[in-house]
């Protein structure tokens, strides 16, 4: 049975513990369904309300939701705000300015912590350092940096001075770097010199050089430098600055920017279906509301917790549960720098025990890979460590497999934790569709229900409501505070993409596939139904690898599928045609890491392809469409059963059936 399959035929039914449930801030399925009524009945009423309850306003908002430029939504426009006061003045306001915001812990495994009021300090002093090199409200900032306690300040300092960030993850390339801040149109550039990963010191720096290199940057004056492995890095005068210089003398105060509600806190690249990575754009208030709520009624979050999100902050979970989400609650959190299997596949394991963490999320690829690390090495098998501390579980980014659910549930969480699948994307912002772990009984690989608030829904192709049992389109039919409020420079794309004609117009198009049980109403994801793959919960284009595959020289065509995997839920596979001769045995072999390594070159390490396949050709229709779907077949390894009898050269295909 393939996983997919197993999902949807699984019924074991987990409860909430009683003891978490009676501790929960929501505790039952009735009051779930109770915050879902208040909804029903007064949309609009019961967002006002939240938002007024849990953010701060420098001056309260007195329109909701406008919905006059649909989908170009705006949720509490005119109310003045600041994401960075709501994160960490507040707090202090409220007597935690002594409380550990963040734990560090160093790939090596330094250990360092910062209170809410050094939080502050850092944040206000960069901010203030910022203003004096010119930066401003309105203005860009790409963020390309790895995790660190800096990278926390570098968002934060730009929230408190109303610049937009955008955080380019520290693994993607000079190229896919140097795109992005054209794009956006960045001023600055926030980076260090070096990151360490696994015990290897790896360059950001000299990368973030040969980005601006590469040209079209004219309008980035500011390259800031955090030192964090005092490795030796060219500094350009008069451009280049130690982010400690910047920070230096300036005063622990800075009042910070009031903004408009709907002010763009940051722009994150994702990838979609045509080649251009998106940039997402989320707005301040909406966004901050519900990574709020989301910390509350999904984690739980309480005052005693030490929360951990392994994700780091070049991604979506990265800026809503590490960022933003635990500070605007007050939380203390684990940030992390490292890999899972550094010095030893224990260490996150060991990470919990040292750190007391009671609230842990990660993805289901780390799992996966830590199962099969236990199974080889019983040193470090989960019970070699205290996880006692541990009463919540969390998984994001690509469906969990029943499987890896049990191992998680059994092992990490000593069957006494809930474990919250939480279903969302870069452009929801924060969580849709998940258990609320006091409430929901779970069922291993299903996401379960949509949050309150959230109107999730399965329709066919021309956006007619699915009868549950049925799989269908994945989407949203109300517009939610955190949603994407467009493309960065893009509109026409942000229609298109999300609010497709074809589907009415109004209904958020999600991307994804998913099927709701007969019984108990519950969602399965069952993947994306565009171009985009989910490589260890990372989301890659198709057409963003063809492109990068073509640009080199010696090719004259590409087309890429995925292929599920076992380990990393999709791989992907290349089939390439190569401008001469189709090279076979050793020089094909060259030729493919040649190309796997061009693709790491061009986009990043993360997108390349797991198998390269060569053709005379690819299976083409008439017209000279590529039959991916034929492709996809050919992937798995499978026989291929279609009618083939549209193709143009059914021949191509015995010869890509195999791989080299
Ligand atoms: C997939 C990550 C199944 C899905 C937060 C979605 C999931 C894409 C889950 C978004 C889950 C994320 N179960 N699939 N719990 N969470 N996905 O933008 O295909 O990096 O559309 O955001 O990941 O990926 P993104």
Redesign the pocket.
């Given at each position: 049975m393939s996983g997919m399959e197993q999902m949807l035929v699984e019924n074991r039914v987990f409860n909430p513990p009683k003891a978490f449930a009676k501790q929960a801030a929501i505790t039952s399925m009735d009051q779930y369904k109770a915050m879902c009524k208040a909804f029903d009945k007064d949309f609009n009423g019961t967002w006002a309300r939240l938002a007024k309850e849990n953010l701060f306003w420098k001056k309260p908002f007195t329109k909701v939701l406008d919905e006059s430029k649909a989908p170009f939504y705006k949720w509490f426009e005119d109310g003045l705000t600041n994401a960075s006061y709501n994160c960490i003045d507040r707090n202090i306001k409220n007597g935690m300015a002594k409380k550990t915001a963040i734990i560090f812990e160093a790939d090596g495994g330094e250990v360092s912590k910062v209170t809410y009021q050094e939080l502050h300090d850092r944040v206000a002093t960069f901010a203030n350092g910022l203003k004096k090199l010119g930066i401003k409200k309105g203005d860009r900032v790409v963020i390309y940096m790895s995790m660190s306690i800096e990278g926390v300040v570098a968002m934060q300092a730009c929230a408190r001075i109303g610049a937009t960030h955008s955080v380019v993850f520290g693994g993607f390339s000079a190229k896919s770097l140097q795109e992005r801040i054209v794009d956006v149109g960045a001023v600055a550039l926030i980076t260090a010199d070096q990151q360490l990963r696994g015990g290897k010191a790896l360059p950001l720096k000299t990368i973030a050089d040969e980005a601006l290199d590469l040209g079209g940057c004219e309008k980035l004056k500011h390259v800031i430098v955090y030192k964090r492995t005092g490795g030796d890095v060219p500094m350009k005068a008069g451009r280049d600055k130690w982010m400690h210089d910047v920070s230096a003398g300036q005063p622990k105060v800075c009042e910070p920017e009031w903004v408009s509600a709907e002010h763009p806190l940051f722009v994150l690249y994702?990838s979609g279906s045509t080649g251009k990575p998106k940039g997402v754009q989320h707005s301040t208030g909406g966004y901050l509301l519900w990574a709020m709520l989301t910390m509350k009624w999904t984690f739980d979050l309480r005052d005693s917790d030490v929360f951990w999100c392994t994700a780091d902050i070049g991604?979506?979970?990265g800026h809503s549960y590490v960022a933003y989400g635990p500070l605007a609650c007050g939380g203390t959190q684990i940030v992390f720098e490292g890999v899972p299997t550094y010095p030893n596949a224990g260490r996150f394991w060991e990470m919990i025990q040292r750190h007391k963490v009671s609230i842990f999320y990660t993805a289901p690829t780390a799992i996966r890979s830590l199962i099969k690390a236990s199974d080889t090495d019983p040193a470090v098998h989960p019970k070699k460590y205290n996880l006692k501390s541990l009463r919540l579980l969390g998984?994001?980014?690509?469906?969990?497999n029943p499987e890896a659910w049990m191992w998680y549930h059994k092992n990490i969480g000593g069957e006494k934790c809930p474990i919250v699948?939480?279903?969302?994307?870069?452009?929801t912002g924060g969580h849709m569709i998940t258990p609320l772990p006091g409430a929901t009984p779970l069922v291993p690989g299903s996401?379960t229900l949509p949050l309150p608030g959230i109107m999730a829904a399965i329709v066919d192709e021309t956006g007619g409501d699915m009868p549950n049992g049925q799989g269908g389109i994945l989407v949203v039919k109300r517009p939610w505070p955190s949603m994407i409020r467009n493309i960065w420079g893009d509109p026409e794309r942000f229609k298109k993409s999300y609010f497709p004609e074809e589907l009415g117009g109004t209904l958020y198009l999600?991307?994804?596939g998913a099927i709701r049980n007969k019984k108990t109403a519950y969602f399965t994801?069952t993947?994306?139904i565009d171009d985009v793959l989910?490589v260890s919960?990372?989301?890659m284009g198709t057409m963003e690898i063809e492109s990068s595959l073509v640009a080199n020289p010696i090719v004259a065509e590409a087309a890429v599928v995925g292929r599920p995997d076992d380990m990393t839920g999709e791989a992907i596979v290349a089939f390439v045609v190569l401008k001469g001769k189709r090279p076979t045995g050793d020089e094909a072999k060259k030729i493919a890491t040649d190309l796997r390594n061009w693709v790491g070159k061009e986009i990043g390490p993360i997108a390349k392809p797991k198998e390269i396949r060569f053709g005379d050709n690819l299976p083409k229709t008439r017209s000279g469409k590529i039959m991916r779907r034929l492709l996809r077949v050919l992937a798995k390894g499978e026989e291929i059963t279609q009618d083939t009898s549209t193709l143009e050269n059914p021949a191509i295909l015995e010869q890509l059936k195999h791989a080299i």
């Open positions: 994702t991604w979506i979970t998984s994001v980014g690509e469906p969990i699948d939480t279903f969302w994307q870069t452009e996401c999600a991307g994804d994801i993947g994306r989910n919960g990372h989301r």
